[in-house]
Structures are given as structure tokens and as C-alpha cells.
């Protein structure tokens, strides 16, 4: 009975989920909602995994035929009856629809992703730590791409309209000199935004980070490439002496480009996303009734443009999320990053392992629409507006 409970743990998991949220949604309609939410994302990771497993079977190839060719490297004389023995015994004469059936059982029960054929292990065990790593990258870059987009966005949007300088009759010279030395301050670092979102949209990511390598070649200094450098690569965390901070010092020296490289485009897309969410949130009538009643400045921008503005791109985290590791392959290979995301241009391009690069691309479309679960649900409960149309019975 153990051994059945640890064979099907993750089936368990979602069972077990959707039970609590049954019961929870007889006597709420907020847990009505979350549980159609969380079925509509199982349905999509059911459709999703059909998509994926679909396409990489159009790819020429199996792995029966990459088994063979590698025991063909070895000196082994293969024939064509040894070929369809090994895909009979891998599964692969069977039709792609039970095939599939096999993959999503095997992937529900236990979380098993199945076969690396040119890696000859386990899919878990060959993406391991890289898929963490991949998320890591992409969620402190998104991480980075919000704590710059969203203030000085919304500083964009509150100096759009605003003169260079105070001409107001009604202020002392002292008062249009501060004013208007304040202004002029807001206003270049507008003008400075708007240039770095218009490159950060223009530059690809990975001729950003081929200039940040050329640049330290040509200071001379060791270029931040992977994840650490030869000196530390090896060495372990923990040694007789204790934790190795020089290790986590060159660590930290290579990380940040990545996140740097990865976060740029998505600073530079949320950047106008928030200054063109606040302007129209701002010009709306609510705005200007509140201004009628006497409410200015901040007090004004921070309970009404900003406050409505925030929910749509909070909402956006997963398409973000997946916008910025549709960027990584082409980093990882640049910066010489052993992630997923090179893991995948590898299963992709270079080895044809269709297992491996359908577990990665599935990976990433839980991911994402595990984000939007998160979302609509923390909406559901903190936005009025949603929780509203969730109890009229609004899905």
C-alpha cells in the first residue's frame, strides 16, 4: 500500500486538491470560482501536453534509431530487425494516441517526464536543478523588470502633461524656482526612459550580452560568462574550513548578467505597458470627478490611476514569465549558461531528443498557467471589481 501511495503521489496531490475546493465551493461562491479556475488549468495542461507531445512526434527520428546509432558508434553491426525489436520493446510501434495516453498517465501518477535518449537517463534526473535554475533567471529577472517599470513608469505617465518649468502667478519666485527645477529633474528622467524602453525594444537580448562580453574583453577583465569561474567551478560550497564566500562572491559576479540580459526587454515592454495603463486610467471620468472634489498630487494618482492600473499587470505574470525564457535559449547559448533553456536548444537542434524538449516545453507551460491560476485567484479575493463579478456568478 506505500509503495502504490509513493507511485501515485503527485495523481493524489491534484485529487486531494480538488476534493478540498469541491468541498469548500458548496457554501462559497469565491471557492466555486477557484475551482473552476483550477480545472480549466488542468483541462489546459491536458490539451497542452497533446499539443507538445504532438509536434515532437512530426520530428524525423525515434529513439529506438538513436539508441542504435549510438550502440552503432560502439563497433556493434545493427540490422534493421535489431531496430524494430528495440522500438517494440521502447513502446514505439504502438499508435501516437496510446503513446501519448502512456506519457500523461506516467506524468499524472508519479510526475515521471520519461526518456532522455541522447542524455541515456531519466528526463527528471537530466533536467534536474537546470529547469530550477531556468526559473530562477526568469524570476529575477521579471522580479528586476517590475521594481524599475512599475515607479518609474508611473513617474512617466505623471510628467507626461506636466510643463518643463512653473509658470503659475499664483506661487512666489522661491516656489516656481523649486517647482520648476523639480519638474525639469521628473522630466529628464523621463525623457531617459523613454530612450532606454525604445533601445530595450529595438536590442535583441543576446546582442546586448555579445557587447557586455566584447566590453570586458577589451578592459582586459575576465568575461562573466557561465556560472562561475574556472578558479571556483569545482570547489565545493563547503569545505573543512566552512562555507566558501569567495565562491558565492564569483557566483554572484556571473549572475546578475543573465538576469540583467533577460530582464531588459521585459523592463523595457513593462515600462510602456505601466505608463500607458496609468494615462488611461487617468483620463478617465472617476479621475476627474475626484479632482472636482479637491483631491490633487499624489493622493490623487496613488488611490485612482495607479490603484486600477495594477491589476491588469499583475494579471500578466505568466505571459511575462513566458516571454522572457522564450528569450533565454538564445542567452544561455551566448553567456554559455547549462540551464534548461540551453538544455532545450540542445534536445532541439542538436540531438533531435524529443522526450526531453517536450518535458521542458511542459515545464514551462505549467509554470505559466500555474502563474495565472496564482493570479485570477489573489485578483479574485483583493480586486473588488473581480471579487464583484465573481460572486454575481460573472466566470
Known amino acids: 500500500m506505500i509503495d502504490f501511495f509513493a507511485n501515485t503521489w503527485l495523481l493524489w496531490i491534484l485529487l486531494i486538491t480538488g ?4 468541498l469548500a465551493a458548496r457554501n462559497s461562491d469565491y471557492f466555486h470560482y477557484v475551482l473552476h479556475r483550477y480545472l480549466m488549468a488542468l483541462g489546459t495542461l491536458l490539451l497542452v501536453s497533446f499539443v507538445v507531445f504532438g509536434l515532437m512526434e512530426v520530428l524525423p527520428g525515434d529513439c529506438a534509431e538513436k539508441y542504435i546509432a549510438y550502440k552503432n558508434t560502439q563497433g556493434e553491426m545493427i540490422s534493421q530487425a535489431t531496430i524494430d ?20 498517465t506516467d506524468l499524472t501518477l508519479r510526475g515521471d517526464l520519461g526518456f532522455s535518449c541522447a542524455k541515456r537517463q531519466s528526463v527528471n534526473l537530466a533536467v534536474g536543478d537546470r529547469f530550477w535554475m531556468s526559473l530562477g533567471f526568469c524570476l529575477a529577472g521579471l522580479l528586476l523588470a ?25 506661487s512666489s519666485p522661491r516656489e516656481r524656482f523649486t517647482n520648476t527645477l523639480l519638474l525639469g529633474f521628473n522630466k529628464l528622467i523621463d525623457l531617459q526612459l523613454r530612450i532606454i524602453s525604445y533601445l530595450g525594444l529595438a536590442l535583441p537580448n543576446f546582442l546586448l550580452a555579445l557587447s557586455i562580453i566584447l566590453l570586458y574583453v577589451f578592459a582586459g577583465e575576465p568575461t ?15 569545505t573543512d574550513s566552512g562555507f566558501q564566500f569567495g565562491k558565492l ?52 494618482w496613488a488611490r485612482y490611476p495607479v490603484r486600477h492600473s495594477i491589476s491588469p499587470l499583475f494579471n500578466s505574470v505568466g505571459f511575462d ?16 549558461l547549462t540551464d534548461a533553456a ?29 502563474m495565472n491560476l496564482l493570479t485570477d485567484v489573489i485578483l479574485a479575493a483583493v480586486d473588488p471589481r473581480v471579487r464583484r463579478s465573481v460572486i454575481s456568478g460573472g466566470q
Open 19 to 22: 476534493a478540498v475546493l469541491w
Open 85 to 104: 525489436a528495440e522500438r517494440a520493446r521502447m513502446g514505439l510501434d504502438q499508435p501516437m494516441l496510446q503513446r501519448w495516453g502512456n506519457w500523461v
Open 146 to 170: 517590475y521594481l524599475i517599470a512599475v515607479p518609474f513608469g508611473i513617474l512617466s505617465a505623471y510628467v507626461l502633461n506636466k510643463p518643463w518649468a512653473d509658470r503659475d502667478p499664483q
Open 224 to 238: 562573466p560568462t557561465g556560472l562561475f569561474s574556472d578558479e571556483w567551478r569545482n570547489v565545493p560550497w563547503f
Open 249 to 300: 562572491s564569483d557566483f554572484l559576479g556571473h549572475i546578475w548578467l543573465p538576469i540583467f540580459v533577460i530582464g531588459w526587454a521585459a523592463t523595457a515592454l513593462q515600462l510602456q505597458t505601466v505608463r500607458a495603463l496609468v494615462v488611461d486610467e487617468s483620463n478617465k471620468l472617476y479621475v476627474e470627478a475626484a479632482r472636482a472634489r479637491g483631491v490633487e498630487g499624489f493622493s490623487l
Open 321 to 336: 514569465f513566458q516571454r522572457v525564457f522564450n528569450d533565454l535559449p538564445i542567452v544561455a547559448v551566448v553567456i554559455g
Open 342 to 370: 540551453g538544455l532545450l536548444i540542445e534536445a532541439l537542434a542538436m540531438t533531435n531528443d524529443q522526450e526531453l524538449a517536450a518535458a521542458i516545453l511542459f515545464l514551462v507551460a505549467l509554470v505559466v498557467i500555474g
